[in-house]
């Protein structure tokens, strides 16, 4: 059957199974020992799709053949610069065409690229490149500004943009890349990197803490690359579509490397755009992107249009699509396929929904055929139960428990490896030992999942976000999803508070309104009250003015859970539970001490 007419939905254990059987030839092609790497893989596609367009940034268009002669002549001047196999040079630019170039001339150079988060600067920025032992910086000048005071003993190649002028005495590495011409690379200059080498930094999204630096290794990058392509039947028609940040592991990982192993163009876009977003798509023929919940819901609230649903995407592939979203997505816009899937830059194991199962981020068949693992978990005590062995405990069907995977070290096999970051306090923090038998180690993934019976996994939470609150555990995402479609929200943000002289924490809920759209303290009463368990309803709300993003549109939780409801450290409007009411009030003392049954002292 053609993939852009195949039926969808759930799928027989055997038809399942012929999916997940489709990694085993890329598995066994990618070992840590081999000679190939993901510059060998791009420069193929180049040889084989020529003059075929393959970047597309507004009204710019690089096809396969010009993209091979750029990135090489900025591997030639990188080179020339000073940087060899193995050295680390950090990169910093917005989405456009020269990212791809730049990424691309590092690794066809034998150089490491470093991908910085757009969104940090000072001492955030400092620790980043500190990190990953850059010997130098390749800067958007879009950027520079957040390089002031940072960095400042590294050299500093700047790559001209449109929207900001060079400066008198910055070095432009485009110009030097031009200068020395598309010379051909010499062999000598790979031969020695092997699968399991470094190809990449990621560093993760930085929602708490300052961020680490992932190593991603050729073998993984190709792994993900030639996996996602045989298991989602994607191919040269194909027209993949980045609007979230190209740093952002679940581009350079995913979607980027998808586009290199299948040979389809990529369609770029600096920043997102819900109001460009189905014109992009129409216009350039797009048919599959990688999304977040939040991008999803920003979609659901613009105003729907006849034409909805006349487009060419056909496939979604992402994380955060919850299942009340779900449904009414999917309808709306008539997209046959959503691949829900959970993972992480590092992990060294994942899932994904082939089967639009709302919700579900996959399916388990042969619990012996994966290094998946479900371990009860307490939240009240941060720790994991163990036995009278001393071992972990899997969790029954339907109980929620963290998501870890054994981690695999043997030098002929790429799969379950954990390859971590680059601070090894970081590293072992993540590994967890003696899990069932003496001398194991599995990856923590930090996150509750739960698995039911028919094998259907669920993303509960992120471990530290559910709280306790009247001996119970509240899910802070699942509570989110609840109150999702409250009229006039434009998304929700749910974390736990410290209530003075109270055991747990007790639900809050910053809210975002849409623009010109007032929060109503009844309507979020009776949603809240009419949907969740009463202990899992929020007790306080805030009406969040000036809401923090990381760049890849997560919401951050740090503040909002350090100012809680205090009023010395909040000016936003906030509101307290009143059952007797059965609205929100105004917060003021008397009316927390009505909610909690605590006093609150001055």
Known sequence: ????????????????????????PVLARHVPSSR???????????????????????????????????SRCIAHAVRALGLGRGDTCAIMLQNRIEYVTVMLGLVRAGVVAALLNTSIGGAALEHAVRETKARALIVGSECLASFAGVAENLPRWVVPDAEVALEAGQFDLLERAGAIGARAIPAEWRAAIVGEDVALYIFTSGTTGLPKAAILSHMRWLMGAEVKVAMMGLDDRDVFYCFLPMFHGAVAMSLFAAAVSAGGGFVIRRRFSASRFWDDVRAHGVTTCQY????????????????????????????????????????????????EGWGSTECNTSLVNYENVPGAVGRVINWKKTNLRLVRYDVETDTHPRDVNGHMILCAPGEAGEAIAKINRSPDSGGGRFEGYTSAEASERKILRDVFVAGDEYWSSGDLLRCEASGHCFFVDRIGDTFRWKSENVSTQEVADLLGDLPGLEMVNIYGVKVPGAEGRAGMAAVIMREDEAFDPAAFYALASARLAPYAVPLFVRVWGDPDFTASYKLRKVDLQREGFDRAMVSDPLFVIDRELGCYVPLTPEAVARATGVALTA
């Open 36 to 70: 190939y790497t993901f510059a060998d893989l791009f420069e193929e596609r180049a040889a084989q799709y020529g003059d075929a367009p393959f970047l597309i940034d507004g009204e710019r268009r690089r096809s396969w053949a010009e993209v091979e002669v750029e």
């Open 1 to 24: 059957m053609d993939k852009w007419d195949r039926a969808l939905g759930p799928l027989s254990d055997a038809g399942l199974q012929e999916i997940f059987d489709r990694r085993l």
């Open 292 to 339: 977040v919940g939040e991008i999803c819901r920003y979609l659901m609230n613009a105003p729907a249009r006849p034409d909805d649903r006349d487009h060419s995407l056909r496939a979604i592939t992402g994380t955060g699509m919850s299942h009340e979203l779900w449904g009414a997505f999917q309808q709306r816009f008539g997209i046959p396929q959503i691949y």
